[in-house]
């Protein structure tokens, strides 16, 4: 069998060497990170579309996963709505970008940050409520326990159901605006929002009828 | 065998000896590394993560594939002089042509196929049906690009760049014209309209492959019938285009 030609040691001394500096180099920068790096502006989902090469429900998660990685302390968090959207408008049918901010974003301990938050759930609920109400049902109950706004989660509340038409949509959440009213000692609300479910909502299960007209009953009481 | 078939057979076989189903299996295989990392950092949708991204990296490594191994594979042809001496045979240049041509358009099936099925992980059997076909369709067309770049422009990294300069238009010029459409080149300045026309001028000539092989159809359902055949035809009546300037090129070579 031939043999290859002999290589220069000054050439086998340069790759061991070059190899080890390598080795060395990385060893001593830790893995990159940008959970403490300022979230830049969002860029226009065109620019993004143009970026992905016609493979939008892909880039939409890719930005998830790039907003994952950040601190949420000291988020810009007009920055991260804009990127929020962008996800949005790149899969609309895409929950991710709600769930994260109603899940993740909202539940900061600053709260003006986590009401952009929860604005962004609400914009986006309303272009397509049928889908998306349980993320503002969870912004509800964020806006009422963790931020105590019950003027908010009325508001949010109320969207669920004015907006909502599909018959998908349970009943509690359709019942929550009331449950917020009585929070807010608004019985007079909450009795003809009740009302109003007990008479046009779409009520399928008579337990569920019964809990709501008892729940009638005593808040006329309270009124009373 | 009838010549052409003949000659489709040799490439198939080349493509085999070459090591391209070792690639495929490479390519395969980070896709499959990709879809177990996903779903450790993803916090829901782990199956449209996954299916999103794993389809995404499985079409762009087909494209590549194909193009590099019709690229390389017809200059060594060209370079080897073999061409020279097949041109001397009593056979037909179309038919030299178009079965060097199925032979590619074959290997991309190949590949198509081999990248649809470990997406049944992930997406329903129609749907992966429907983006395999695509696929292979889009292969196709890359293959005709191809082979028509190199016979024509006869080096290597020209045939590549220009293969993937059409390839990438292709997929990004409905963006582009979205673009140019909004913002200050929207506004009805002369740069705006100039912009505007080219760019639609541009679009009349590329195949629109951004509406072919799209992952929303694994990830929601393969789209209406309509729609569908709308998109695979785009791309079928762009490799005919391609094929007939091929032909029509191969036609006037000088041996």
């Given amino acids: 069998m031939e043999r290859g030609r002999r290589v220069p040691a000054w050439v086998l ?70 990127w929020l959207r962008d996800a949005l408008a790149l899969d609309p049918r895409s929950a991710y970008p709600l769930f994260a901010a109603a899940r993740v974003f909202a539940e900061t301990s600053d709260p003006a940050a986590s009401r952009l938050a929860l604005e962004f759930v609400y914009e986006a609920f309303a272009r397509d409520p ?94 009373k | ?82 061409l020279e001496l097949l041109l001397a045979l009593p056979v037909g240049r179309p038919a030299q042509y178009l079965g060097r041509l199925a032979g590619f358009a074959l290997c991309g099936a190949a590949l198509a196929t081999a990248f649809a099925l470990p997406l049944l992980l992930w997406a329903a059997p129609g749907a992966v049906l429907a983006w395999g076909f695509s696929l292979a369709c889009e292969t196709a067309l890359v293959a005709a690009a191809a082979l028509f770049f190199a016979m024509t422009l006869v080096q290597p990294v020209p045939a590549i760049a220009t293969t993937a300069g059409l390839y990438l238009l292709g997929r990004s010029i409905a963006a582009l014209q979205a673009l140019t459409a909004g913002g200050p080149m929207g506004e ?11 760019l639609a001028a541009v679009a009349f000539l590329l195949p629109r492959l951004d509406e072919a092989t799209r992952s929303e159809w694994l990830l929601y359902g393969a789209p209406p ?26 036609a006037r070579k000088e041996p």
């Avoid at chain 1, 890719?62 to 804009?82: A, I, K, P, S």
């Fill in chain 2, 225 to 250: 019938a309509m729609a569908y055949a709308a998109a695979v035809g785009s791309v079928v009546l762009y490799l005919v285009v391609v094929t007939a300037a091929g032909l029509f090129d191969f």
């Fill in chain 1, 13 to 82: 001394g340069l790759l061991a060497v070059s190899l080890a500096a390598q080795i060395a180099w990385h060893a001593g920068h830790s893995p990159l990170s940008h959970a403490h790096a300022s979230l830049p502006p969002a860029p226009p989902p065109e620019v993004l579309r143009l970026a992905d090469l016609g493979e939008d429900p892909a880039a939409a998660r890719l930005v998830m996963l790039y907003l994952q990685g950040f601190d949420l302390r000291g988020l810009d968090y007009h920055h991260l709505t804009g």
């Fill in chain 1, 130 to 223: 049928d889908r998306r109400w349980p993320w503002l049902a969870q912004a509800a109950l964020l806006a009422k326990h963790r931020l105590k706004d019950l003027p908010l989660a009325r508001r949010y509340a109320a969207a669920i159901r004015l907006e909502t038409r599909s018959p998908d949509v349970p009943a509690w959440a359709k019942e929550m605006e009331a449950i917020v009213l009585e929070d807010m000692n608004e019985l007079e609300a909450a009795k003809i929002v009740l009302g109003g479910l007990l008479e046009h909502g779409d009520l399928k299960d008579p337990n569920e009828r019964r809990f709501l007209e008892r729940r009638l009953e005593e808040l006329e009481k309270r009124v």
């Fill in chain 2, 1 to 82: 065998m009838p010549p052409a078939a003949g000659l489709a057979r040799l490439i198939l076989v080349e493509a085999r000896r070459g090591g391209l189903p070792w690639l495929a299996a490479a390519c395969l295989a980070v896709g499959l590394g990709l879809a177990a990392f996903l779903s450790q950092v993803a916090l829901i949708e782990t199956r449209e993560l996954q299916l999103a991204i794993v389809a995404a990296w499985l079409r762009a490594c087909a494209v590549f594939l194909v193009a590099a191994f019709v690229a390389t594979r017809t200059l060594r042809e060209i370079d080897d002089k073999t």
């Fill in chain 2, 188 to 198: 009805d300045s002369l740069a705006g309209q100039v912009a505007r026309a080219v």
